[in-house]
Structures are given as structure tokens and as C-alpha cells.
């Protein structure tokens, strides 16, 4: 079945240092992913989101490019600041092109950023 | 724009006990889902719905009933409330389906004595 993998529970990082969290995928489908951020006592909200093979896509200083062929979609982002301390997931949706379908969240990263 | 509306807040329960969760949507959105999360944790899906008295199970369903009376509501049942049981339940919904963004409420924090 479709599944996510996010390899880092906790990533903690100094103030201003380029991150990466992984994220691996598994499904059948042709794959659509999505990263959702959540900050403390906040509900979750979508960072950004792609469904094309080999393209950047970017928000808010974060970006990440889907690879199909190593079923990948890592978030980055260059610079990290304190206010991105908050838990990550990379979430995939199954069912392609279809309106039934539902997303499979991964385990989520916490990322703690540092003065 | 709209918003999620979750109610209660705060939940405390006996062990044992029914206890139900409700969830209000303004956006007009067709899918709505159930999601459990544990303290720093994932989410896991416990009940979608796409429509209007649909009702999909979701990887965590046992245990936990849901109703979709209409297409602004939908509602959770813990069937049997266990023991020290701790977690919050967060409520979303879509426009269509799995490949729209989900808007999540603010959750309902469960404690179970």
C-alpha cells in the first residue's frame, strides 16, 4: 500500500544553517506530495505541495522537488530561522486523479532551531 | 476563506465512558476527516467522509464511531474512553479529495482519568 517515510524524528540546527528533512515515498500511483508545517499549539497548515516530476517547487523560504525516480520529495530550505521550530510532515495522496482519495502522513520531523 | 470549528476544546472522560466530538466547516468543502495525534506525533486517519452521509475508515478506526449528518458537520464518537488515555483529535476537510489542502481545526485535547 501507499506509505511515507521520514527518516529524522528530531533535527536541531543553529540559527542561520541550511536544512534538509527527508521524506521517501511508496505507491502504485502517480504520486502527488504535500508538506504540512505545525507550530506549537497551531494546527497544521500546508507548507507546499507538487505533483511534477523533477520541478522546484517553493514557499515561504522552503523549497523541495519531487523525483520520482528515487521517489523522493525533501524540504529544504537555506537558512533557518528560530520561527521555524515546529514539527514537519510530508504527506502523499493515494488514489491519482481521483476525488476518494485520502493523504498518508509520514511519522513528521520536529525541527528545533537555535540561537 | 472560511474556518474549522471543533468543539469542546478540552475534554475530560472517565474511563469507560461515550464520549463525542464535534466538527462545524464553513468552507463549503465536500471531505471531511478525523485525525488522532499523540503528543509530538503523527497523524492518523480514524474516519473520512466525501460526501454528505459517506462514511470511509481510516487507519485507526476501531474503537471510534463517526456521523456526517451534513455536509458542514461531522462528528466523532470514542466508543469506550481507555484508561490514561491522552491525545488530541484534529478535524479537517478539503475541497474534493486527497489532492486538495486540507484546512485543520484547532483540535480537541481528550484526557482520560
Known amino acids: 500500500g501507499d506509505s511515507v517515510t521520514q527518516t529524522e524524528g528530531l533535527v536541531t540546527l543553529t540559527k542561520g544553517l541550511p536544512v534538509m528533512l527527508n521524506c521517501t515515498y511508496q505507491t502504485t500511483y502517480s504520486p502527488f506530495l504535500f508538506w504540512y508545517v505545525q507550530h506549537l499549539n497551531e494546527a497544521p497548515k500546508l507548507l507546499l505541495k507538487s505533483s511534477t516530476d523533477n520541478k522546484r517547487t517553493e514557499h515561504q523560504g522552503f523549497y523541495a522537488t519531487l523525483h520520482k525516480s528515487s521517489s523522493s520529495f525533501h524540504l529544504q530550505k537555506s537558512s533557518v530561522q528560530l520561527s521555524d521550530s515546529a514539527l514537519y510532515f510530508c504527506?502523499?495522496?493515494?488514489?491519482?486523479?481521483?476525488?476518494?482519495?485520502?493523504?498518508?502522513f509520514g511519522a513528521g520531523t520536529q525541527l528545533i532551531v537555535i540561537p | 476563506g472560511g474556518i474549522i470549528t471543533q468543539t469542546p476544546k478540552f475534554l475530560i472522560g472517565q474511563e469507560g465512558q461515550k464520549l463525542t466530538l464535534k466538527c462545524q466547516q464553513n468552507?463549503?468543502?465536500?471531505?471531511m476527516y478525523w485525525y488522532r495525534q499523540d503528543s509530538g506525533k503523527g497523524l492518523r486517519l480514524i474516519y473520512y467522509?466525501?460526501?454528505?452521509?459517506?462514511?470511509q475508515k481510516g487507519d485507526l478506526s476501531e474503537g471510534y464511531d463517526a456521523s456526517r449528518e451534513k455536509k458542514s458537520s461531522f462528528s466523532l464518537t470514542v466508543t469506550s474512553a481507555q484508561k490514561n488515555e491522552m491525545a488530541v483529535f484534529l478535524c479537517a476537510s478539503s475541497r474534493l479529495g486527497g489532492r486538495e489542502e486540507q484546512y485543520f481545526g484547532p483540535g480537541t485535547r481528550l484526557t482520560v482519568l
Open positions: 468552507f463549503n468543502h465536500d471531505t
Open positions: 504527506a502523499l495522496s493515494d488514489q491519482a486523479g481521483s476525488a476518494l482519495g485520502r493523504l498518508h
Open positions: 467522509s466525501i460526501t454528505e452521509n459517506d462514511l
